[in-house]
């Protein structure tokens, strides 16, 4: 895409190959999206005018909520996701998970006017999962400015368990499939990726300009 620039694997993916399926495959003309719509109707939407493949193997939908603390109600809307980024500075992925959905409150003083009081007061905000999608992509923020990486490792584990970040909390297992890594500093490095293929381990090498496939 940038031939001068230092490109995220995730960024190539997104930013490539999906925007370049999306073009061809989907509507020119889209209805608006309204905002205000329910679950159903947002998902409705989504998936009438994003209907490729990728939408379709790793599409969910969010349910955002802010919950007005001076009359309690609770305002909410939906958008699309494909992956989920989480930030890189946590030693856990379960952990990374906790921080991306935690309820956070805000001060009376950012302004947000309640739609139902109509006073200006302070809120809980806080995501959740509405629909999970066939298959999860969790991104890593591993870049922290232009030229600062995250390198720590992160442990993650074989069966995520992702219940207790849905709008409907139900027993919902995701098991590791493939890992794509990145080795090297925030200006320059290789990609390599590792996964399932029967009961063996596929890992793929980027060397030198050339690729190996080895099954472990």
Not at 95 to 117: H, I, M, V
Not at 141 to 158: C, D, E
Not at 195 to 214: A, E, N, P, Q
């Amino acid at each position: 895409m940038f031939p001068a620039g230092q490109q995220d694997v995730h960024e190539f993916f997104w930013n490539g190959i999906f925007n370049k399926i999306q073009d061809e495959i989907n509507p020119k003309e889209k209805a608006k999206k309204i905002e205000g719509w329910d679950s159903m109707k947002s998902w409705k939407w989504y998936t009438l005018y994003y209907r490729d493949i990728l939408n379709m193997l790793f599409g969910g939908q969010y349910e955002g909520n802010v919950v007005c603390k001076s009359c309690k109600n609770v305002s909410r809307t939906y958008d699309p996701f494909l992956e989920i980024s989480l930030p890189a500075d946590v030693s856990t992925l379960v952990e990374g998970l906790d921080t991306e959905f935690k309820k956070t409150t805000l001060p009376k003083s950012t302004g947000y006017k309640c739609e139902k009081c109509k006073k200006v007061t302070s809120i809980i905000q806080y995501t959740r999962i509405d629909k999970p999608p066939k298959y999860l992509i969790i991104h890593l923020k591993r870049l922290a400015g232009v030229r600062t990486k995250i390198s720590r490792f992160i442990k993650f584990p074989s069966v995520l368990d992702i219940s207790g970040y849905c709008v409907k909390e139900r027993s919902l297992n995701y098991k590791l499939h493939a890992v794509c890594v990145h080795s090297g500093g925030a200006t320059g490095g290789h990609f390599y990726a590792a996964g399932k293929r029967g009961d063996k381990v596929l890992l793929r090498l980027h060397i030198s300009g050339t690729y190996s496939m080895i099954l472990l």
